[in-house]
């Protein structure tokens, strides 16, 4: 797989907070039902593991909220900038068992300016990504895909795959993708 090193997001450079704490979670054991296309699907019995719905809000509105299911034995960090408006959110995350993201991960993000990408070996097709029109970009004829950038009223949000070992975490990807949501946030009222 190429490297991703090809996107640009937001200059997260002395703007980054620390990890910062989740505003909400539970656990949740039953399938999941989500809106997902033929595109991006999984059956309920590939998601009927234990995973923890993380939901991270801005610091500042108007931005986006996201949220995902974190599998059982995954860990997360979340990023943001400290601008106002907040213009640019990053979760990653990784196995457990793979210290400090050996075999790589997976980043959901979202960035007020957009996303791009590395045109050399890029093959991208049109999907429907949970109900929202996307781009799905596989680099060197992989069959594996390398990123999903959101369209439409969703542009600026994105999942990137970089995960040595896809098949090894194939099924907690599945849970990730299935439950991943962004909503546009408005700020505190």
Do not use: H
């Not at 959101?150 to 999942?159: F, Q």
């Amino acid at each position: 797989m190429a490297s991703l090193s090809c996107f640009t997001a937001c200059d997260k450079s002395s703007e980054i907070n620390d990890t910062i704490s989740v505003s909400e979670y539970e656990t949740i054991s039953d399938p999941i039902t989500a809106n997902i296309s033929d595109d991006v699907s999984v059956s309920d019995e590939e998601i009927k593991q234990d995973y923890e719905l993380i939901i991270i809000e801005p610091e500042c509105g108007p931005s986006m909220e996201l949220s995902f299911g974190l599998p059982s034995g995954w860990k997360y960090e979340c990023v943001m900038t400290e601008d106002e408006p907040t213009s640019c959110i990053t979760a990653i995350l990784w196995a457990d068992e793979d210290s400090d993201t050996d075999n790589g991960k997976l980043r959901i993000e979202y960035s007020e300016s957009g996303y791009s990408v590395c045109g050399t070996f890029l093959e991208e097709k049109s999907i429907d990504f949970n109900g929202c029109p996307a781009s799905q970009g596989f680099y060197d004829n992989s069959n594996v895909w390398s990123f999903i950038i959101l369209d439409g009223e969703y542009d600026g949000c994105g999942i990137f795959n970089e995960l040595t070992d896809y098949e090894k975490y194939s099924d907690c990807v599945d849970i990730v993708l299935s439950t991943i949501e962004f909503k546009k946030y408005a700020g505190e009222e």
